[in-house]
């Protein structure tokens, strides 16, 4: 059975710094590219970030320069620290994987809960 569970959500004030992780199961996870994204109260789910299978990343404009997406694979983990946050990073955020080998098998985690608040 196939699990992605993210953690690391929480409540932060602006300005403040979580990393978020993504926790693999089921797969064999270093033939998976994994993204991030992200549901805002009342938005539609946006893209965040992606690492590919071989490591290489790509990121939203909005959060570029304030997340580092990395990998580990001998851990089936993907991590997304975060920093500099803004309420505007209100959202749940949830990890999703992809097959990199046929691109049609993917898979999504439950989420985590990130609020940004004073």
């Known amino acids: 059975q196939v699990q992605l569970v993210e953690s690391g959500g929480g409540l932060v004030q602006p300005g403040g710094s979580l990393r978020l992780s993504c926790a693999a199961s089921g797969i064999t996870f270093r033939l998976y590219d994994i993204d991030w994204y992200r549901q805002g109260p009342g938005k539609q789910r946006e893209y965040v970030a992606s690492i590919t299978s071989v490591g290489s990343t790509n990121y939203a404009n909005s959060v570029k320069g304030r997340i580092t997406i990395s990998r580990d694979n001998a851990k089936n983990t993907v991590y997304l620290p975060m920093n500099s946050l803004i309420p505007e990073d209100t959202a749940v955020y949830y990890c999703?994987?992809?097959?990199?080998?046929?691109?049609?098998?993917?898979?999504w985690g439950q989420g985590t809960q990130v609020t940004v608040s004073s």
């Open positions: 999703h994987a992809i097959y990199t080998l046929d691109r049609r098998s993917h898979y």
